[in-house]
């Protein structure tokens, strides 16, 4: 069974990580999410869930305007051929839906099968804004802690400049 807010909040508040928390109405998309939270402070998330070729799972978290070449960036991570990860596989592996993917959402993967990947240049926000696990708000915490979360769960993020994918 996948975590609640609640529960992930209290994943947070365990390892001494500041968040707070807005809510707003559903979001799909960037353009949504910016008219709900531009005011606020950070680099904003959006976050790709790609499967490789081989199966493996990969969680790309980075800038809300950044763009991403798929293909290019498995060739930069070394990976097989990349492709979107289906809703049934998400949900199986984080345990989240389509429109409410975020990093955060890594504490329900307790099998570690999925790879987070975090792109330098939002990493380089003192804070990140990203889902709590639903697209019903945004929590607020420093980017320093997102990485300290993601350790601390067993995860060994990569962090890859992403504007290396336009390049190829």
């Given at each position: 069974m996948p975590m609640t807010r609640l529960e992930l909040f209290a994943c947070l508040d365990g390892l001494d990580i500041a968040h707070a928390t807005v809510e707003h109405p559903p979001v799909f998309t960037v353009e949504q999410a910016q008219e709900h939270t531009h005011h606020l402070p950070g680099g904003h998330t959006k976050n790709l869930f790609l499967e490789d070729k081989a199966g493996g799972l990969w969680l790309v978290t980075c800038l809300d305007e950044q763009p991403v070449r798929v293909n290019a960036?498995?060739?930069?991570?070394?990976?097989?051929?990349?492709?979107?990860?289906?809703?049934?596989r998400l949900m199986e592996a984080l345990g989240v839906e389509p429109g409410s993917v975020t990093a955060l959402a890594l504490v329900n993967d307790t099998a570690r099968r999925v790879q987070p990947v975090l792109d330098t240049k939002l990493m380089a926000h003192e804070l990140v804004n990203c889902h709590p696990l639903a697209n019903t708000a945004t929590t607020t915490l420093r980017s320093a802690d997102l990485l300290r979360f993601m350790e601390a769960l067993g995860f060994a993020p990569r962090l890859v400049d992403l504007d290396l994918t336009l390049e190829a």
């Open positions: 960036l498995a060739r930069l991570l070394g990976a097989p051929r990349f492709s979107f990860g289906k809703p049934e």
